[in-house]
T-cell receptor, first 114, second 113 residues
Framework: DADVTQTPRNRITKTGKRIMLECSQT?????MYWYRQDPGLGLRLIYY???????NKGEISDGYSVSRQAQAKFSLSLESAIPNQTALYFCATSAGEQAGNTIYFGEGSWLTVV | AQKVTQAQTEISVVEKEDVTLDCVYETRDTTYYLFWYKQPPSGELVFLIRRNSFDEQNEISGRYSWNFQKSTSSFNFTITASQVVDSAVYFC??????????FGQGTTLQVKP
């Protein structure tokens, strides 16, 4: 089983709909992240959380919200999806300074907004 | 400002050739970490290596090797005797002092049989 699990892995949704991507991890890491990947633009950080009570915006947080329900769970919501949010979304975790901050990624969630 | 540049957008080689993927970074931090990730066609991101700024030793892992040079702000990745299974997008990344990971644009490697 994967250490960082994302659901759903694939989703097609309509413009204006609300969609939630969920992430859970069994690595025991405090830090969790959401990235999106677009062709030619690499990976960009949407939100990150260093613990349950700490949520921070990344470089492209507009149109997104997150919830850190527990140390192991970090969900990403698109309140009103739009076509340019079509992308591959990654959840990631890291242990923090002591482990050199290696960030481990989930398998990705393909989201298509039509 | 933190930045990672992978100037090679696409590289195509024939199986068994050696190939080097370039990565140049910019940071003002004295302590930082550099990473390489592999993204095969299936889409997942696979961690390959982490290197901290105080360790300039080159590293070899099987057919993979990494050359870290602070003097040129480079962290290059070489695959020796490439194989078709090495075909993937490879990302170089820099961890900033806030804990965020900053990625390069990626290099698509195609290894032809």
């Amino acid at each position: 089983d994967a250490d960082v699990t994302q659901t759903p892995r694939n989703r097609i949704t309509k413009t204006g709909k609300r969609i939630m991507l969920e992430c859970s991890q069994t690595k025991g890491h405090d830090r969790m992240y959401w990235y999106r990947q677009d062709p030619g633009l690499g990976l960009r950080l949407i939100y990150y959380s260093f613990d349950v009570k700490d949520i921070n915006k990344g470089e492209i947080s507009d149109g997104y919200s997150v919830s850190r329900q527990a140390q192991a769970k970090f969900s990403l919501s698109l309140e009103s999806a739009i076509p340019n949010q079509t992308a591959l979304y990654f959840c990631a975790t890291s242990a923090g300074e002591q482990a050199g901050n290696t960030i481990y990624f989930g398998e990705g969630s393909w989201l298509t907004v039509v | 400002a933190q930045k990672v540049t992978q100037a090679q957008t696409e590289i195509s080689v024939v199986e068994k050739e050696d190939v080097t993927l370039d990565c140049v970074y910019e940071t003002r931090d004295t302590t930082y970490y550099l990473f390489w990730y592999k993204q095969p066609p299936s889409g997942e991101l696979v961690f390959l290596i982490r290197r901290n700024s105080f360790d300039e030793q080159n590293e070899i892992s099987g057919r993979y090797s990494w050359n870290f040079q602070k003097s040129t702000s480079s962290f290059n990745f070489t695959i020796t005797a490439s194989q078709v299974v090495d075909s993937a997008v490879y990302f170089c990344a820099l961890r900033s002092n806030t804990g965020k990971l900053i990625f390069g644009q990626g290099t698509t490697l195609q290894v032809k049989p």
